[in-house]
């Protein structure tokens, strides 16, 4: 494996990102399968619903048996009978006559619609009158209203709701195919890290910040995290750590130690992986030059700063794109961006691309203005503030008050 690779720009690996393919589809109970991607459409094999049913109270007529009907000239009709919910109905509304139904019970045959209970008056027990006409099909959900046979309601790609799982059950479906999520491996290193509960905190340590933070972020696509543990700073504890994750987990993520120097294990453990592939080392950015992306197998593996800021920016920026390829996302999945006008100037430099966390406000005539937040990449109340980031393009030396910007919301 190549030990050192040149410096990517930020484009240059939103590129090479394309080529993730989605990981094989599975097949789960529907019981589990809500928020999960669909990775093939659904198609009705029968009508829903397979009879005609009532949506109203009240009672199953000839439409046309109530025409001209009014409260000062009411139409006669006589009742037929009843239909309990969940029978077959056991009689048929003939010329004059009409049979009592609930909300979702079976129309009986002859009837085309229903009239609502409140537009009825019982003359005595056997007939009733009807003081406003309905037309055919009124107050009546015929067969396949809602869904018609062969018809597809859900669509590949489609991310499953409550409702969506409500479809699937109507259709007599007990198991749906989805993409499967991918599962992520993160692993924070360094020997300064303590657990989060320490106190109180000795010197020169910091609390494990990045275990959390990224798994909330990485979560946030639909990813599952495994493995998640702090590792110190130690070649063979990593490479142990990652091996370990190669079993069962879909990528590794790994935070800090990805610095240039003499303490830059992370490219060394990629290269003690089976079958690695160093594709990135570094990318021209900031924060978050010192970005690692490679390859052990099938298993993606990134290697990303420690510092707060610069580990969340490039999570948002690359990480979070490779795993919605995983799982089957198409580019314009993300939340959109948000149009913006900077409030005041954004300076950069040339030759590196710039993510500049900003807040958002809403100016004079209610445009939304952008301003930058400025601090150290290990400074996390920055984000905070912040409600996404702005891209400064790396040929462009910083940005003047008043361009229109956009602004990508973090999740």
Known sequence: MARFLKVKTADDVLSMLKSIRPLPPERISI????????????????????FAR???????????????????LPALLEIAGEVGMGEAPMMAVAPGKAVAVP????????SDSVVMVEYTLAVDNTTIEVTRPVAPGENVLKVGDDIAPGASPLRKCAVLRPQDIGVLAALGIVEVEVFSAPRVALFSTGDEIVPIETRPLPPGKVRDINRFSLAAQIESTGALIGLRDTVSDSLEDLVSACLEALRDHDVIVLSGGSSVGARDYTTQVLACLPESELLVH????????????GRAGRVLFWGLPGQPVSALITCQAFVLPSLRNLLGMTEDEPAPAVRAVLNRQLPSVHGRTDYVPVSLSSGTGGAKEASPIFGKSGAISILV???GYVVV???VEGLAMGTEVSVFPFR
């Open 385 to 387: 503030r912040a409600d």
């Open 103 to 110: 909300t979702g019970a079976m129309l009986p045959e002859g």
């Open 282 to 293: 570094g990318v021209a950015i900031r924060p978050g030059k010192p970005t690692i992306f």
């Open 54 to 72: 009532a949506t109203m109270d009240g009672y199953a007529v000839r439409a046309r048996d109530t025409f001209g009907a009014s409260e000062s």
């Open 393 to 395: 393009p790396e040929h």
């Open 31 to 50: 019981t589990s399968a809500c928020g999960r991607r669909l990775a093939s459409d659904i198609f009705a094999s029968e009508p829903v619903p397979h």
